[in-house]
């Protein structure tokens, strides 16, 4: 192995990378080739690095005290990196807690993006819902990929973008997220997007097939598409290898976004201002249509409130994942909206402890929606009456 002012390459590159040359102490021959199996992952996050915010509107009203403080006690007593935000759709506030300002991994959560600007391209005349499109093995990715029983079939599946596009965001497929992303122009067509519509910090990763990879500490192979064979290439790194690795990713996630840079675009999809009326109507009922996630904040949402959504889960490492996300539009039965977002980007505590706080910010944003309704109908009968308060005295 070349040295280099001392250190072989291998040690060099893992210093670029931020590991340093100490992980190599105590490693064998066989773990120090696993070790080079992760310098791929670091090579794509220096070579697209997380842009500066493009600036995005501000909360429009200072956020109602009450909400802002039960947040922050649930995210106080919940151990981990956690943010979450709520932006009314009606009144411009945002409550936030937690990190809700830190980029965290976004996962599934990025699929938003990808669909919002394949529909972007629809409003310019550029796609039509009812393209055909054909998905074949060949555009297999990994993980969740329901549409790989039809792709693998000789010819692959033919089926529209409309159709592609319900799939990503509501069976969270990455094979038709990946087909789409490749469609529209690749990541650097997402990045666009999101920088001219300003909807602040948040970040798109290099595909599904990189970013995965990359967090697992390998580097992609076409044939870890099918099959077992991407865990079973995981399973036989060391656990250096691993944890370095999935360490790297969430304390900078190539596809982070702030839960709060979510929550306020959320808000202004559902007001029209960032794709037309027919698109935008599309994609909220797409969202609604969701079927990931039902115990995590849908779990918390009452009968006669509609909750449309899109989640997000990464890898896990030993009790922990790289990021549990759920985030959407939360819409009472008298019609104001709240655009709600809560990520967990890093934390030992168990699922089903991760999907109760979920729950339990619904609740919160319920509470304080029906405590404000209720103000709001006592409010002519609070008003001062001066000849009913002048017999009172007397």
Request: with cysteine; charged share 20%.
């Amino acid at each position: 192995m070349k040295k280099f002012l001392g250190f072989s390459s291998l040690e060099r590159a893992l210093t670029v990378a931020g590991l340093g040359p100490a992980i190599l102490l105590g490693c064998s021959v066989t773990q120090s080739a696993q070790l080079a199996a992760y310098l791929p992952a670091p090579s794509y996050r220096v070579l697209m690095p997380i842009p500066a915010a493009a600036a995005a509107p501000q909360p429009t009203a200072p956020a109602p005290r009450e909400l802002v403080d039960a947040l922050a006690a649930l995210t106080g007593d919940f151990s981990g990196i956690v943010g979450v935000a709520v932006t009314s759709v009606d009144d411009g506030w945002v409550a936030a807690s937690g990190t809700a300002m830190r980029r965290l991994p976004q996962q599934s959560v990025s699929k938003l993006w990808v669909t919002m600007t394949v529909l972007d391209q629809v409003d310019q005349g550029r796609i039509r819902l009812d393209d055909p499109i054909t998905v074949t093995k060949n555009d297999l990715t990994l993980f969740h990929q329901p549409i790989a029983a039809l792709a693998v079939r000789e010819g692959g599946y033919t089926t529209t973008v409309g159709e592609l596009m319900k799939r990503a965001m509501q069976m969270s497929d990455n094979t038709c997220n990946d087909k789409l992303l490749r469609l529209v122009g690749g990541p650097q067509a997402v990045r666009e997007f999101i920088a001219r519509k300003q909807l602040g910090a948040i970040g798109f990763g290099p595909g599904e097939k990189l970013l995965q990879a990359g967090t697992a500490g390998l580097e992609w192979r076409p044939e870890y598409s099918m099959g077992n064979a991407f865990a079973q290439a995981r399973a036989r790194l060391s656990p250096a290898v691993r944890r370095a690795a999935f360490d790297a990713y969430v304390a900078s996630p190539p596809d982070g976004a702030a839960p709060q840079a979510i929550s306020m675009a959320l808000a202004r999809l559902k007001r029209g201002e960032i794709l037309s009326a027919s698109s935008t109507d599309w994609l909220l009922r797409t969202m609604a249509g969701a079927r990931t996630g039902r115990a995590r904040i849908h779990g918390g949402v009452p009968a006669g409130w509609e909750y449309g959504h899109k989640t997000g889960t990464g890898q896990d490492y030993l009790s922990r994942t790289a990021g549990f996300n759920d985030v959407g539009i939360l819409t009472a039965p008298d019609g104001r909206s709240y655009a709600v977002a809560v990520m967990i980007g890093d934390t030992t505590r168990p699922i089903r402890e991760r999907q109760l706080l979920m729950q339990a910010v619904a609740r919160t944003v319920v509470a304080h929606h029906e405590q404000l309704r209720f103000a709001q109908q006592q409010a002519p009968q609070l008003q001062p009456q001066p000849i009913a308060h002048a017999q009172a005295l007397n």
